[in-house]
């Protein structure tokens, strides 16, 4: 279950604007790589430390992999792919890699977790 909180917040474009209040999913807390290897390691007959080696060998090939621009896919997880912001400027010619303002790491989750969305369960808490 997923609980949410309410939460006030003015109107960017009308800070004129009285505050409106929304709802905001409240964390119950983090699971590192630690952990995920530990829960694998449960689920099969693979070892926590090998699990934990395979997890962090993909974190560094997914750095490798996206730094040479490469989409990473990784099935019914998602894909991985980099994407920047940049200045803009009135022709084609004046675009240089110098305009990238500033780069992020784009999510784009897979059928399975997008459905997850449609099942999940909510509670206000105070």
């Not at 997914?62 to 920047?84: A, H, K, P, T, Y």
């Amino acid at each position: 279950m997923i609980t949410v909180k309410s939460l006030q917040r003015v109107n960017p474009r009308d800070v004129e604007a009285p505050k409106k209040f929304y709802v905001q999913a409240v964390s119950a807390g983090k699971t590192d790589l630690d952990r995920l290897a530990y829960l694998i390691s449960n689920q099969s007959t693979v070892r926590k430390a090998d699990c934990y080696a395979v997890l962090e060998a993909l974190l560094h090939n997914m750095m490798d992999e996206l730094s040479q621009g490469r989409i990473i896919e990784l099935g019914n997880i998602g894909n991985f792919q980099i994407g920047v912001s940049s200045d803009a400027v009135e022709t084609e010619e004046e675009v240089t890699s110098s305009l990238v303002r500033k780069a992020k790491i784009s999510f784009r989750p897979a059928k399975a977790l997008r459905d997850l969305l449609q099942t999940v369960d909510y509670k206000k808490v105070s």
